[in-house]
């Protein structure tokens, strides 16, 4: 089955700074790739999320880059603040397979 | 429109006990989704269904049973709870497109088991 690592597990940058954290996966026919945030006691919400035909997506101060033939793919987060402070979790989908695999997360803190 | 709805908020159950989460949504989605997750962890599917009157297995669904009996609601028992059912449990939707679109999440059960 498909195999999903994330990377680091922990990481804390200035605020200001940016933040980059990076997943692998082991499936080929993978072909959807969305991020989640977690805020402490909350709910995961969709914050950004890329397709197998796409390379790189924007959203403000939050963009994806997925290298299919490497099998990863990055959340790049621009000038940190505060309140990007969660857990960010990267998932994994296939087309035929119904289900989502979620990495183990990245706790990210943003010291102001 | 409440979304995804998750009752109850927080249990306590004593070892062997049964008990119900109940998920509904009012978004008319078709796909509906079981998770669990512990400290640490990401979120591992325990069953899920892809429309009313189905369901299938996730990653970790021994110990846990899943009905669909209407389109809106998804309902997850634990028979005879483990205390390493400890967990948070999550449920989430997402429309008839499966999954290569957004998953709405609830706000997620509490539940100890001692």
């Known amino acids: 089955g498909e195999n999903v690592e994330q990377h680091p597990s922990t990481l804390s940058v200035q605020e200001g700074d940016s933040a980059v954290i990076k997943c692998t996966y082991s499936?080929?026919?993978?072909?959807?790739f969305p991020w989640y945030k977690q805020e402490l006691g909350k709910r995961p919400q969709l914050i950004i999320d890329?397709?197998?035909?796409?390379g790189e997506k924007k959203d403000q101060r939050i963009a994806v880059t997925l290298n299919k033939t490497a099998k990863h793919f990055s959340l790049h987060i621009t000038e940190t603040q505060p309140e990007d402070s969660a857990v960010y979790f990267c998932?994994?989908?296939?087309?035929?397979?119904?289900?989502?695999?979620f990495g183990p997360g990245t706790s990210l803190s943003v010291i102001p | 429109n409440a979304g995804v709805t998750q009752t109850p908020k927080f249990r306590v159950l004593k070892t062997g006990q049964s008990m119900t989460l109940l998920c509904a949504q009012d978004?008319?989605?078709?796909?509906m989704y079981w998770y669990r997750q512990d400290p640490g962890m990401g979120l591992r599917l325990i069953h899920y269904?892809?429309?009313?009157?189905?369901?299938a297995k996730g990653e970790v669904p021994d110990g846990y049973n899943v009905s669909r009996l209407k389109k809106q609601n998804f309902l997850l028992g634990l028979e005879s709870a483990a205390p390493s059912q400890t967990s948070v449990y999550f449920c989430?939707?997402?429309?008839?497109?499966?999954?290569?679109?957004?998953?709405?999440f609830g706000p997620g059960t509490r539940l100890l088991v001692l």
């Open positions: 890329i397709r197998s035909n796409v």
């Open positions: 998932a994994v989908v296939k087309t035929s397979y119904d289900k989502v695999i």
């Open positions: 978004m008319n989605h078709e796909y």
């Open positions: 989430a939707s997402t429309e008839l497109a499966g999954v290569q679109e957004t998953q709405y």
């Open positions: 499936d080929s026919a993978s072909n959807y």
């Open positions: 269904s892809v429309g009313e009157g189905t369901t």
